[in-house]
């Protein structure tokens, strides 16, 4: 694609984004958190990496789909060169218009995730049509990891999957099923260091509280006097006594 049609396809596209933001009332900012204070509020983006990874597919797809739908329009001409003749504006609009709203779809995408950190939570927004946020909190963060298939190695960026876990009920009440949710972190060029900083939150909120037991000053032994042993008598005497009575 030269610069021009670049230019000319990056103005279209801000007039489509425009329209649709306007529309579908499409938060422009980032979404946010409450922070205690002192604290710190990070909000980032998937890398443009992540917007060359995701048409890297889109163009893979749209060389193998098209290529069918040219091959079957073609083959219209050896059955009849006017039926081919017909089908021509139909197969190209079946060939080509997907591709355009599927190419503005990627941009949207790429435009409207964010990633919003705080040293408690992670929200992740994504969604144009439906707004979809999630919110995770450290604490009941279980594990996180970093994923690099072989194409985003190339595009130089990673995936950081979050799973959160909790436990579902089971007919025996000592039997609890562990169910894992996943929150993903897409196409950022720092995975390891976004990683790190998770993992840094989590260890601060997992010890947070800890060693009060440790810390406690254990109960002091109880001592006996001369006057508690005085007290155990009398009652002994006193229990003797209306034993005998009765």
Same mark, same amino acid.
């Given at each position: 694609?030269?610069?021009?049609?670049?230019?000319?396809?990056?103005?279209?596209?801000?007039?489509?984004?425009?329209?649709?933001?306007?529309?579908?009332?499409?938060?422009?900012?980032?979404?946010?958190?409450?922070?205690?204070?002192?604290?710190?509020?990070?909000?980032?983006?998937?890398?443009?990496?992540?917007?060359?990874?995701?048409?890297?597919?889109?163009?893979?797809?749209?060389?193998?789909?098209?290529?069918?739908?040219?091959?079957?329009?073609?083959?219209?001409?050896?059955?009849?060169?006017?039926?081919?003749?017909?089908?021509?504006?139909?197969?190209?609009?079946?060939?080509?218009?997907?591709?355009?709203?599927?190419?503005?779809?990627?941009?949207?995408?790429?435009?409207?995730?964010?990633?919003?950190?705080?040293?408690?939570?992670?929200?992740?927004?994504?969604?144009?049509?439906?707004?979809?946020?999630?919110?995770?909190?450290?604490?009941?963060?279980?594990?996180?990891?970093?994923?690099?298939?072989?194409?985003?190695?190339?595009?130089?960026?990673?995936?950081?999957?979050?799973?959160?876990?909790?436990?579902?009920?089971?007919?025996?009440?000592?039997?609890?099923?562990?169910?894992?949710?996943?929150?993903?972190?897409?196409?950022?060029?720092?995975?390891?260091?976004?990683? +790190?900083?998770?993992?840094?939150?989590?260890?601060?909120?997992?010890?947070?509280?800890?060693?009060?037991? +440790? +810390?406690?000053?254990?109960?002091?032994?109880?001592?006996?006097?001369?006057?508690?042993?005085?007290?155990?008598?009398?009652?002994?005497?006193?229990?003797?006594?209306?034993?005998?009575?009765?």
């Amino acid at each position: 694609m030269s610069e021009r049609a670049g230019q000319a396809t990056a103005w279209v596209y801000r007039g489509i984004w425009s329209v649709l933001v306007e529309w579908f009332v499409v938060p422009r900012e980032a979404p946010t958190l409450p922070v205690r204070e002192p604290g710190e509020l990070c909000a980032f983006r998937p890398a443009e990496g992540f917007l060359r990874y995701l048409k890297f597919w889109f163009w893979l797809a749209l060389l193998a789909i098209d290529a069918v739908i040219i091959a079957a329009w073609i083959a219209t001409f050896f059955i009849d060169w006017w039926i081919g003749l017909a089908l021509a504006a139909p197969a190209l609009a079946i060939a080509f218009v997907p591709d355009i709203i599927a190419y503005v779809a990627i941009h949207l995408r790429y435009d409207t995730t964010w990633y919003v950190m705080t040293e408690r939570s992670l929200r992740i927004r994504r969604g144009i049509w439906v707004l979809n946020e999630l919110t995770i909190t450290f604490e009941n963060v279980q594990n996180v990891r970093v994923e690099q298939g072989p194409v985003q190695r190339h595009f130089g960026i990673a995936d950081v999957t979050i799973e959160t876990a909790g436990a579902g009920g089971s007919a025996d009440p000592h039997h609890r099923t562990k169910i894992t949710n996943q929150a993903v972190i897409e196409g950022v060029a720092d995975a390891a260091s976004v990683r +790190d900083r998770i993992l840094q939150q989590l260890r601060k909120s997992k010890t947070a509280g800890l060693g009060d037991e +440790d +810390d406690r000053t254990p109960p002091a032994r109880a001592t006996w006097t001369r006057a508690h042993l005085e007290l155990l008598r009398e009652i002994r005497d006193a229990a003797l006594a209306l034993r005998k009575t009765g």
